[in-house]
């Protein structure tokens, strides 16, 4: 990203605050990935009785997570979630940001911020 403005999505969400964004998620997967061959886990929890039917299909799966969970690029600069309802209404109506709209705000908008907004990321809840 190149403008400080792409770093907040047609809804008003900050970028910064996403783990998809930051490449948390990135990052857990492949420790995880990492983790299962380097420990055999497979095997190790075959052994123990409750495996893993498939863990090449395991493994396949975690790198499509790797995949589809690199660092985003935020909505407004071609990232993010392509369907997003306010990125197709703000593109449509030629709006850099839902607030600039005269029906704001739509359902649309306060069903998202309700998930979304309201429940802070995971990432940033002090744990202990």
Same mark, same amino acid.
């Given at each position: 990203?190149?403008?400080?403005?792409?770093l907040v999505g047609?809804?008003?969400?900050?970028?910064?605050?996403?783990?998809?964004?930051?490449?948390?998620?990135?990052?857990?997967?492949?420790?995880?990935?990492?983790?299962?061959?380097? !420990?055999?886990?497979?095997?190790?929890?075959?052994?123990?009785?409750?495996?893993?039917?498939?863990?090449?299909?395991?493994?396949?799966?975690?790198?499509?997570?790797?995949?589809?969970?690199?660092?985003?690029?935020?909505?407004?600069?071609?990232?993010?979630?392509?369907?997003?309802?306010?990125?197709?209404?703000?593109?449509?109506?030629?709006?850099? !940001?839902? !607030?600039?709209?005269?029906?704001?705000?739509c359902q649309e908008?306060?069903?998202?911020?309700?998930?979304?907004?309201?429940n802070p990321a995971?990432? !940033?809840?002090?744990?202990?």
């Open positions: 990203m190149t403008d400080s403005d792409d047609y809804c008003g969400m900050y970028c910064g605050a996403c783990a998809i964004h930051t490449g948390e998620i990135k990052a857990a997967v492949s420790r995880l990935k990492e983790l299962m061959v380097l !420990y055999e886990l497979g095997r190790v929890s075959a052994l123990l009785g409750g495996g893993i039917e498939d863990f090449p299909q395991f493994l396949r799966t975690l790198e499509k997570l790797e995949d589809m969970f690199g660092k985003c690029e935020g909505c407004r600069a071609g990232g993010g979630w392509i369907n997003c309802p306010m990125r197709k209404c703000c593109m449509k109506k030629g709006l850099k !940001y839902c !607030y600039e709209c005269d029906t704001m705000p908008l306060l069903q998202f911020q309700k998930k979304h907004f309201l995971p990432h !940033y809840v002090k744990h202990g």
